[in-house]
């Protein structure tokens, strides 16, 4: 090899010698690395490069669970199941657990780490799951999120107005947020209700400027919901039993594009 070829290998290797000094040191400008260490370049090298800079930024990180991994939606000619009981399934290919797959896998599009917790919290008796989810959450929170969703299915009410609002010429069923602020338990400990409060009120916000009406809102409980255990937590309600399941499932682009836009603002 002549000399040329050897200046050649010998400035390539300072070149990322000096790329993994500026990565460790993070935003780095290229100019006062290349100055600290002129005296170990190449006398007869020259390399100009303006600026280079490492990202800051990380990945963000969602937790999704089901306290009621049986809640299911409607029966329709396309999408029936056996029922362990009226509006209730362990086939998780129709209950909200499948919604909340949706969910992650637009969430995943979008760039966002997901974890996707589909135990089944229910078994073996449902007065009992909210016990069983606390240690699914307890772990997750153990090893840190940006924000911990707890998703449902909820109750059909008369009384809570359409079933379904159109989102781009679709018929999608609503959602609920719901916030446990502790104040009917006994514990000492309870959630950080007012920042949880305000992630979902962002959430909703978003939402309903898709759609009008496509969120019924904030809804502020007495109860914790397991919210003590994790911050920002929340508890999404995806339609009721009166929505089928094609409608749970349309709702989740637009609430994965809301909570991108409040994770983007974190």
């Not at 799951?129 to 772990?139: F, H, M, Q, V, W």
Request: contains cysteine.
């Amino acid at each position: 090899m002549n000399r040329i070829g050897v200046r050649f290998l010998a400035a390539l290797g300072a070149v990322w010698l000096l790329a993994g000094f500026a990565a460790a040191k993070g935003a780095m400008g290229w100019k006062s690395v290349l100055a600290a260490s002129a005296e170990e370049a190449p006398p007869d090298f020259r390399m100009e490069v303006v600026s280079v800079s490492v990202s800051k930024h990380r990945q963000k990180r969602v937790f999704l669970y089901h306290t009621h991994t049986c809640e299911a939606y409607e029966i329709d000619p396309d999408n029936r199941y056996a029922q362990t009981e009226k509006w209730r399934t362990a086939d998780q290919r129709y209950s909200v657990v499948r919604v909340g797959e949706e969910l992650k896998t637009l969430l995943q599009s979008a760039g966002v780490f997901v974890t996707h917790d589909t135990t089944d919290y229910e078994s073996p008796r449902l007065s009992s799951a909210y016990a069983r989810s606390l240690e699914g959450l307890k772990n997750a929170a153990e090893a840190g999120y940006d924000l911990y969703i707890d998703l449902h299915r909820d109750s059909y009410s008369k009384g809570n107005g359409p079933n379904t609002v159109p989102v781009d010429g679709t018929e999608t069923a609503r959602l609920l947020i719901l916030i446990g602020q502790g104040t009917g338990s006994s514990l000492d400990e309870k959630p950080d209700w007012e920042k949880n409060q305000r992630a979902a009120q962002m959430i909703a916000d978003a939402l309903n400027e898709r759609a009008e009406g496509l969120c019924r809102g904030v809804s502020l409980k007495s109860g914790r919901y397991n919210q003590q255990a994790a911050t920002p937590s929340m508890l999404i309600e995806v339609g009721n039993n009166m929505n089928t399941l094609p409608e749970a499932l349309a709702a989740a682009e637009p609430l994965a594009r809301a909570i991108c836009r409040y994770l983007d603002r974190q």
